[in-house]
């Protein structure tokens, strides 16, 4: 059964970069679409970026279009997420999960497969 571990978390002044891993076990990543998604304290759970199982087709939300950047390595059963340039807004935890294909990318329930969640916190 497929179990997705996040990490790379941490505390981070506002410009600062992060980079998160979401790795698996219990099954390979090579034909799964992953999706990263955030929530922030009060708000509701966001998607933030997919990526499709070879890589070579990758979305973004808009706020962050432009700072982050979504890879993976199937050889290593991981996805990352390259976090540049972070804001406040961009604190929250972030959970990485299986792409089900049920809705848009960017829903909740078109995902499954959740990990634990890793805490991204930017302050000054």
């Known amino acids: 059964q497929l179990q997705l571990v996040e990490s790379g978390g941490g505390l981070v002044q506002p410009g600062g970069s992060l980079r998160l891993s979401c790795t698996a076990s219990?099954?390979?990543?090579?034909?799964?679409?992953i999706i990263w998604f955030r929530q922030a304290p009060g708000k509701e759970r966001e998607g933030v970026s997919h990526i499709n199982p070879s890589g070579s087709s990758i979305r973004y939300s808009d706020p962050v279009k432009g700072r982050f950047t979504n890879s993976r390595d199937n050889s290593k059963n991981t996805v990352y997420l390259q976090m540049n340039n972070l804001q406040p807004d961009d604190t929250g935890i972030y959970f990485c999960?299986?792409?089900?294909?049920?809705?848009?990318?960017?829903?909740?329930?078109?995902?499954?497969?959740w990990g634990p969640g890793t805490q991204v916190t930017v302050s000054s």
């Open positions: 999960a299986r792409d089900t294909h049920r809705g848009a990318w960017t829903w909740t329930g078109s995902a499954d497969s």
């Open positions: 219990g099954a390979n990543l090579d034909n799964l679409s």
